[in-house]
């Protein structure tokens, strides 16, 4: 028997995590799957824009991370030993251009803000197929020896371009959209 979900996100990564919860905040039936069997503490980046903050802050995250982040207000580059730049960054609207703020704090936070909506990473959880209907799309996921079969109306590609964009270049890729054009709206 098939599940359903209004959005399938494949992918529980920062990009992922995002679509999550901007999609869960309009009040869409979301699932969000990825394939490693938990969540990654592999520093991937560690620069959080400013506008990325501003955009956290409606989730409630920037309020509860910030104080730990540190201001990106001078940029060194060295080639080996060599000073190749020093750069002094002015701050922008009066604040900082960036912060430092590690990845994986970020994904935890994030992911904490999704279960307020009721939302979970479903960790472990392998896209392998996909069939597009005129309503919408089933999608197959693994899951050990499981497998299931998710009915919705968009599946978001945010795993990095791995599986799903390769495979299914026609489906939605999350650098394609940033709302659902279905006549979702904030709460």
């Not at 620069?47 to 802050?57: C, E, F, P, Y």
């Not at 982040?69 to 701050?91: T, Y």
């Not at 371009?161 to 394609?176: K, N, T």
Request: proline fraction near 4%; charged fraction near 25%.
């Amino acid at each position: 028997m098939a599940q359903s979900a209004r959005i399938l996100i494949v992918g529980g990564g920062a990009s992922g995590l995002a679509c999550a919860l901007s999609c869960a905040r309009l009040g869409a039936d979301v699932r969000i799957v990825e394939k490693r069997a938990s969540r990654t503490s592999v520093q991937k980046a560690t620069g959080v824009a400013q506008g990325v903050w501003h955009q956290l802050a409606d989730f409630g995250i920037t309020e509860r991370v910030i104080s730990d982040a540190i201001p990106m207000r001078r940029f060194v580059f060295h080639d080996d030993e060599k000073l190749v730049a020093d750069l002094r960054v002015p701050d922008v609207n009066g604040e900082p251009p960036a912060h430092l703020y590690p990845q994986a704090m970020l994904e935890q936070a994030m992911k904490e803000a999704l279960a307020a909506y009721g939302v979970e990473v479903e960790y472990g959880r392998v896209f392998a197929s996909v069939v597009e209907h005129a309503d919408g799309i089933e999608a197959t996921i693994r899951d050990g020896d499981e497998t299931e079969i998710i009915k919705a109306d968009w599946l978001v590609a945010a795993d990095g371009g791995a599986r799903v964009r390769s495979d299914h270049s026609s489906m939605c890729h999350l650098s394609d959209v940033t709302t659902p054009k279905t006549g979702l709206s904030p709460r």
